[in-house]
T-cell receptor, first 115, second 114 residues
Framework: GQSLEQPSEVTAVEGAIVQINCTYQ??????LSWYQQHDGGAPTFLSY????GLEETGRFSSFLSRSDSYGYLLLQELQMKDSASYFC????????????????FGTGTQLKVEL | DARVTQTPRHKVTEMGQEVTMRCQPI?????VFWYRQTMMQGLELLAY????????DSGMPKDRFSAEMPDATLATLKIQPSEPRDSAVYFC????????????FGPGTRLTVL
């Protein structure tokens, strides 16, 4: 099966940089994704890492190290609107005939951005 | 602006009643997922369809839950009979072929079973 660990809560001030870590154990690993969810809202896709290294999308960057089964989401120039829950999700090929990937989500990290 | 739509957005029902939730995936997406989210369990995958075929429903209580895709524009999740422990937010998500791990979530159906 799959298991993921991420911190339950992180607090940072506006304008700062925050890193949310994610470690995972899985079989058939395919890639690591990050989703954002505001209170009362739906998860929205942020980024995907299929290979080792850093992916940058505006103020957000995501990193993956397959050898360490570890990844992180980096948020720069924090804004109040970034206050939300952030989920890492592991994709695993579970149907070899091209059936696509199954995502297993972590329990989420609640980010609080303060003035 | 293509979006996944879900109906109803809120549902309050009594224990034992049938509940049907509907989802319209984004046109052209070939994968559809049903998730349940609770504070205790987080986001759990209930069912997964690819090209309308069910590929995985191992996360779904088989005795009371059923998921179908009668056509490419409609996915349904039914609970019969409903129980208070089914109270949760149910999300439908769809994904495009060939784009790994990118899923677009609908707004969810908030279900309360009394």
């Amino acid at each position: 099966g799959q298991s993921l660990e991420q911190p339950s809560e992180v607090t940072a001030v506006e304008g700062a940089i925050v890193q949310i870590n994610c470690t995972y154990q899985t079989s058939g690993f395919y890639g690591l994704s990050w989703y954002q969810q505001h209170d009362g809202g739906a998860p929205t896709f942020l980024s995907y890492n299929g290979l080792d290294g850093l992916e940058e999308t505006g103020r957000f960057s995501s990193f993956l190290s397959r050898s360490d089964s570890y990844g992180y989401l980096l948020l720069q120039e924090l804004q109040m609107k970034d206050s939300a829950s952030y989920f890492c999700a592991v994709g695993a090929l579970y149907i070899l005939t091209g059936g696509g990937n199954k995502l297993t989500f972590g329990t989420g990290t609640q980010l609080k951005v303060e003035l | 602006d293509a979006r996944v739509t879900q109906t109803p957005r809120h549902k309050v029902t009594e224990m034992g009643q049938e509940v049907t939730m509907r989802c319209q995936p984004i046109l052209g997406h070939n994968t559809v997922f049903w998730y349940r989210q609770t504070m205790m369990q987080g986001l759990e995958l209930l069912a997964y369809f690819r090209n309308r075929a069910p590929l995985d429903d191992s996360g779904m209580p088989k005795d009371r839950f059923s998921a179908e895709m009668p056509d490419a524009t409609l996915a349904t999740l039914k609970i019969q009979p409903s129980e208070p422990r089914d109270s949760a937010v149910y999300f439908c998500a769809s994904g495009p072929a060939g784009v790994p791990d990118t899923q677009y979530f609908g707004p969810g159906t908030r279900l309360t079973v009394l």
